[in-house]
C-alpha cells in the first residue's frame, strides 16, 4: 500500500511542472488566433517554451495552412477542414516572429538532424538574443557532436553580446574547444573586438597547438596505418627472403590468392547469413591454407631446382607470378572483386582530442601486429622454427642431426606464403581485389624487408612503419606519387650509408 | 656453369662458328631486303606488308635493348631489371623533339605549345624543354640521359657493393618510381597519355613508306653498330675482365682491378645503348606514355636475353626476335595464352634451358 502511495506522489511530481507547462503552452496558442500583435506574442512565447509540438502548428501557420473555425477556434493541423474555416492571416512582424520561433525550436526537435541543422544556423545568424536558447537547449542535449555544435553556437552569439564579460568567456570557450569553426569566428571578432585582440590572439594560438597536434596525431595513425600494411605485404616476404634468402617475385601473388580467397570464402557464406559477418576472421585461416600450399608446390617443384642461383630464382618466380596473375584472371575475371566489411569494421571511431580515426584501419593494426606476433611466436617457440634457424644456420649439420632439410625448406616457404596470403585477407579490405592487386606491394615489399634489415623481424616492423609514417608526412607537401618517389630515392641512399639495413645481422649468419 | 659461357672455342667448334658468321650474314641481308619487297606492286609473290615491315622495325630496336641488357647481365653479371626506364627515357627524349616538330599543327594550333600543355594551361616552355627543337640536341639527350642516370644509379650502387638481387630490386624500384613520376600530368611530359599524333622527323612525314624504310635501315644499322660495338668491347682485355667480375668480384677486386669503375662503364654504356633503342622505337610505333616504364617491361626484355642465351651477343638478338615473333603471334592467335606463355617461358628457361637457345644449338658440337 505504502508503495502505491509513493508511485502515485512520483507520479504526481513528475506531472505537476508538466501540467504548468501544459497551461503555457495552451495560453500561447490560444494567442495564435487573436490579433497581428497577440499573434506575435504568442509566436515569441511558443519560441521560447521550447515545446516540440509548437513546431507543426507554427510550420501551418508560416505556410498559410493553419485553419480558423468561425468561432475563433483553430484546426488543428493534420485535421480536415470543418465548413466555413478559413486561414489564419499573418502580417510581416508575425512571420520574422515566426522564422525566428522556428528556427528556435529545431534546438529541441526529436529529430538529431533538425536539431544539429538549428544549431548551424544559429551559428551562422550571430545573435545574442540566442544565448538563453542555446543554454537552455544544451542542459537538454545529449548527443556529443550537437553539444559540441551548440556549444560553438552558445560561444558566437555571446561573442557579438555586449556585455565584455560575457564575451570573455565566449573568447575562452572558443579557445578551449579548438575546433577550425572557433579558429576561424575567433579570427572574424578580432576585427569587431580591438580592444580584446590580445585575449583572441591568444585564443587562436592555443587552438592552433591543439589543431596541429591533431593533424600530427591524424597523420601518426595514417602512417602507422600504412606501415602496418606494408608490414602484413612484407612479413612473408621477410621470411622467405629474410630468413631463406629465396627472391620470390611471386609474392605479391600470394596475398592476390589471399584476397581472393577472402572473396571466395564470403561468396560461400552467402547461404548462411548468420555467419556472413565472420566471413573476414573465417577467411583468416583459409587465405593462409590456400597461399600455403600454392608456396609449397612452388617451392618443391621449381624454386628447389634453383637454391644458389638467386638471379634465375627471381627471373622463374617472377614467370611463376604472371602464371598465377593471368589464371586467376581467366578463373575469375579481369574485373574488381568487391570484399564487404563487416559491420563491426565499418565506421570512424573519435577518439579524446577529436582524433578521428576510421575502424578497418584501426582493425588492420590490430592485424598487423597480430600475424607479427604470431609469426615471432612460430619461430622462436615451435619445433619447426627451431628446425627452420637450425637449416638456416648450417644446413649440413642439421641434415646430420636428422632434420629434413628438404621438408624444412618446404613449411618455411609454404609458411611465409601463407603469411602473405593473410596479408591479402587484409587488403581485401582496403584495394581492389583484381589479378593485379599483388604487384603494387611487392617492390614496396622487398624494400621495407632490405630497408629494415634482411633476416631480422624487427627490422621489418620498425622498417614498415618508418616508411609509412615518412610516406604520409611527405604526403600534404608532395603529393601522394611524389611522397612515394622521394621515399625510394632516399631508400636507395639509405642503403649507400647502411647496405645491410637498419637491423644488420651480425657474425655468421651476416656472411651467409 | 657460367664459366664454360665465355671459354675459347675448341677447334672443332670453329666450323660450327663460321656456319653461323654465314646465316647471321645471310639474316642481315634478308632484313635489309625487307623494305625494298615492301614497295614490290601488291600482287606480286615476294611483296611484303606494311605490317610486317613496321613490326620487323620494332623489333630490330628491341633487339638493340637486349643486346644492352645482355652486355650487362650476361657479361659483368649485372641484372638490372630498370633498363626498360633507359629505353623509355630515349623515347622521351626523340619524343619531345617529335612533338616540338608538330608545331602549329596541333589541335589548339598554339605555334610551340604542345597540345597537352596548352590543355593545363602552360604560358610557355618549361625549360627542360629547351633545345629539343633540334634533332641533334634531342638524339644528344636520348643518349645522355639515360647515360647520366645509370652513371649516378650506378655509382651509388658499386661503391656500396651492391650487387646481385639487391641491385636488382633497387633498378626495379627506379624504373617503378619514374613510371609512377611521368605518370604525373605536372611533370610537364604529358601525363598517362604521354606524347603522340607525330607528324615528321627529319623533315620526312612519318607514316608514309619511305620514312618507314629510313626508319628501319637507321634502325638496322644501330643494331650493326652496337653488336659491333659489344663484340668490340667483350673480344677486349676489358670484356675478360667482365667476365671475371661476373664469375669472382672478389677475386678480381684482390687482383688490383677497380671493378666499380669497370662496372660503372658497362652498365653507363648499357644504358645508351637501351636509350638509342628507345630513341630508334618511338618514332616507329609512334607513341610513348610512362606505360613503357613499367617493371614488367624490363623484366620482358630481360627474358628475351635469358631465351636466347645470355653471355651470347648473338644471342641476345636471336632472343628478342624468337620471343617477339612467338608475342606477336599468340597475342592475335589467343591472347590469353599469351601471359602463361611468357611466365612459361622464364620458368621453362631458367629450369631446363639455362643457356638459351644458343646454347641448345652450341650442345650438338662435341
Redesign the interface.
Known amino acids: 500500500m505504502a508503495r502505491l502511495i509513493r508511485a502515485v506522489l512520483l507520479l504526481l511530481a513528475l506531472a505537476l511542472p508538466a501540467a504548468a507547462q501544459q497551461d503555457a503552452f495552451d495560453a500561447a496558442v490560444s494567442g495564435l488566433a487573436g490579433g497581428f500583435n497577440q499573434q506575435a506574442e504568442a509566436v515569441e512565447r511558443l519560441g521560447a517554451l521550447g515545446d516540440p509540438r509548437a513546431v507543426p502548428l507554427l510550420r501551418a501557420l508560416a505556410d498559410g495552412r493553419l485553419l480558423k473555425r468561425p468561432d475563433g477556434g483553430l484546426v488543428p493541423p493534420g485535421e480536415a477542414a470543418p465548413p466555413g474555416a478559413e486561414p489564419v492571416r499573418v502580417n510581416n512582424r508575425v512571420r520574422v516572429a515566426l522564422r525566428g520561433a522556428l528556427g528556435r525550436l529545431q534546438l529541441v526537435s526529436p529529430d538529431p538532424a533538425e536539431r544539429l541543422a538549428a544549431a548551424e544556423a544559429v551559428f551562422r545568424s550571430r545573435d545574442a538574443a540566442n544565448a538563453p536558447l542555446l543554454e537552455a537547449a544544451l542542459a537538454r542535449e545529449s548527443l556529443p557532436r550537437i553539444r559540441s555544435q551548440m556549444e560553438l553556437s552558445l560561444a558566437a552569439s555571446r561573442l557579438v553580446a555586449a556585455d565584455k564579460g560575457a564575451k570573455r568567456a565566449a573568447i575562452a570557450a572558443l579557445g578551449a574547444a579548438g575546433s577550425t569553426d572557433a579558429r576561424a569566428l575567433l579570427l572574424e571578432a578580432r576585427a569587431a573586438n580591438p580592444a580584446l585582440a590580445a585575449e583572441i590572439q591568444t585564443a587562436v594560438a592555443a587552438i592552433d597547438r591543439r589543431l596541429s597536434l591533431r593533424r600530427m596525431a591524424e597523420t601518426l595513425f595514417q602512417g602507422l596505418s600504412l606501415g602496418s600494411v606494408l608490414l602484413l605485404a612484407a612479413l612473408g616476404l621477410a621470411v622467405t627472403f629474410g630468413v631463406m634468402g629465396v627472391?620470390n617475385m611471386a609474392h605479391g601473388e600470394m596475398v592476390m590468392l589471399g584476397a581472393y580467397t577472402t572473396f571466395f570464402v564470403q561468396e560461400a557464406l552467402r547461404g548462411v547469413p548468420w555467419l556472413l559477418p565472420w566471413s573476414l576472421p573465417l577467411s583468416v585461416p583459409a587465405a593462409f591454407l590456400v597461399a600455403a600450399l600454392v608456396g609449397a608446390a612452388i617451392e618443391r617443384g621449381?624454386i628447389r631446382?634453383?637454391y644458389g642461383r638467386?638471379?634465375?630464382?627471381?627471373?622463374?618466380t617472377?614467370?611463376?607470378?604472371?602464371?598465377l596473375?593471368?589464371?586467376v584472371?581467366?578463373l575469375f575475371g579481369a574485373q574488381n572483386r568487391e570484399v564487404l566489411s563487416p559491420p563491426w569494421m565499418q565506421g570512424t571511431l573519435t577518439l579524446p582530442g577529436g582524433v578521428s580515426v576510421t575502424q578497418n584501419r584501426l582493425w588492420i593494426i590490430v592485424f598487423g601486429v597480430a600475424v607479427l606476433l604470431a609469426v615471432l611466436a612460430a619461430i622462436r617457440l615451435t619445433r619447426f622454427g627451431l628446425e627452420m634457424r637450425a637449416v638456416v644456420q648450417n644446413r649440413r649439420i642439421a641434415a646430420t642431426m636428422g632434420i629434413r632439410t628438404g621438408r624444412v625448406d618446404a613449411l618455411t616457404f609454404a609458411f611465409g606464403s601463407g603469411v602473405a596470403g593473410m596479408a591479402g585477407v587484409a587488403l581485401s579490405q582496403i584495394d581492389n581485389v583484381s589479378p593485379n592487386l599483388g604487384?603494387g606491394y611487392i617492390?614496396d615489399s622487398?624494400?621495407v624487408v632490405?630497408f629494415g634489415g634482411v633476416g631480422s623481424l624487427a627490422g621489418t616492423l620498425v622498417g614498415a612503419m618508418t616508411l609509412g609514417v615518412v610516406n604520409k608526412v611527405l604526403e600534404p607537401w608532395a603529393?601522394a606519387?611524389?611522397a612515394?618517389?622521394a621515399v625510394?630515392?632516399a631508400?636507395?641512399?639509405f642503403?649507400?650509408r647502411r647496405?645491410r639495413g637498419l637491423f644488420a645481422l651480425r657474425g655468421r649468419a651476416a656472411e651467409g | 656453369m657460367s664459366a664454360t659461357l665465355a671459354s675459347p672455342a675448341p677447334p672443332r667448334a670453329a666450323a660450327a662458328r663460321n656456319v653461323l658468321r654465314w646465316v647471321l650474314i645471310g639474316a642481315v641481308l634478308l632484313l635489309a631486303l625487307l623494305p625494298v619487297l615492301n614497295r614490290l606492286p601488291l600482287d606480286s609473290a615476294l611483296h611484303v606488308s606494311d605490317f610486317v615491315v613496321s613490326v620487323t622495325g620494332k623489333w630490330i630496336t628491341y633487339a638493340v635493348l637486349a643486346l644492352a641488357i645482355d652486355l650487362a647481365w650476361g657479361y659483368a653479371g649485372i641484372?638490372s631489371l630498370g633498363h626498360g626506364a633507359f629505353f623509355a627515357l630515349g623515347g622521351y627524349a626523340i619524343g619531345m623533339h617529335l612533338m616540338r616538330l608538330i608545331g602549329p599543327r596541333g589541335v589548339y594550333g598554339h605555334p610551340t605549345l604542345p597540345d597537352f600543355m596548352v590543355f593545363l594551361g602552360y604560358r610557355e616552355l618549361p625549360w627542360y624543354w629547351w633545345g629539343f627543337d633540334h634533332f641533334p640536341f634531342a638524339l644528344l639527350m636520348a643518349l645522355a640521359v639515360p647515360g647520366v642516370l645509370a652513371a649516378v644509379?650506378g655509382f651509388?650502387?658499386f661503391?656500396?657493393?651492391?650487387t646481385?638481387?639487391?641491385f636488382?630490386?633497387?633498378t626495379?624500384?627506379?624504373t617503378?618510381?619514374l613510371m609512377?613520376?611521368f605518370?604525373?600530368n605536372d611533370m610537364g611530359f604529358g601525363g598517362n597519355n604521354g606524347f603522340t599524333d607525330f607528324k615528321e622527323l627529319l623533315g620526312m612525314p612519318l607514316n608514309t613508306p619511305n620514312a618507314r624504310a629510313m626508319l628501319f635501315y637507321a634502325s638496322l644499322a644501330s643494331l650493326l653498330g652496337a653488336y659491333w660495338l659489344c663484340t668490340r668491347v667483350t673480344r677486349s682485355k676489358l670484356g675478360r675482365v667482365l667476365v671475371a667480375v661476373r664469375d669472382a668480384e672478389s677475386r678480381v677486386r684482390f687482383l688490383g682491378y677497380d671493378t666499380t669503375r669497370i662496372k660503372l662503364f658497362v652498365f653507363v654504356l648499357s644504358a645508351v645503348l637501351a636509350g638509342l633503342a628507345g630513341a630508334l622505337y618511338v618514332p616507329q610505333v609512334g607513341i610513348i606514355n610512362p606505360g613503357e616504364f613499367s617493371?614488367?617491361n624490363s623484366?620482358e626484355a630481360?627474358?628475351w636475353v635469358?631465351v636466347g642465351g645470355r653471355g651470347t651477343l648473338v644471342g641476345a638478338v636471336l632472343g628478342a626476335f624468337s620471343v617477339n615473333a612467338l608475342k606477336t603471334w599468340l597475342t592475335s592467335v589467343a591472347p590469353?595464352l599469351w601471359?602463361?606463355a611468357?611466365?612459361?617461358?622464364?620458368?621453362a628457361?631458367?629450369?631446363f634451358l639455362?643457356r638459351g637457345l644458343i646454347g641448345l644449338l652450341r650442345r650438338r658440337e662435341p
Open positions: 627472391i621449381l631446382h634453383l638467386p638471379l634465375e630464382t627471381l627471373l622463374m617472377f614467370g611463376v607470378g604472371m602464371i596473375q593471368q589464371a584472371r581467366t604487384t617492390i622487398f624494400m632490405v603529393g606519387v611524389l612515394k618517389v625510394l630515392v631508400l636507395m641512399l642503403i649507400q647496405p | 641484372l644509379v651509388l650502387a661503391r656500396s657493393r651492391i646481385g638481387v639487391y636488382s630490386i633497387i626495379q624500384a627506379l617503378y618510381a609512377l613520376a605518370f604525373r617493371p614488367g623484366i630481360v627474358v635469358a590469353d601471359l602463361f611468357l611466365g612459361g617461358l622464364f620458368v628457361v631458367t629450369l639455362p
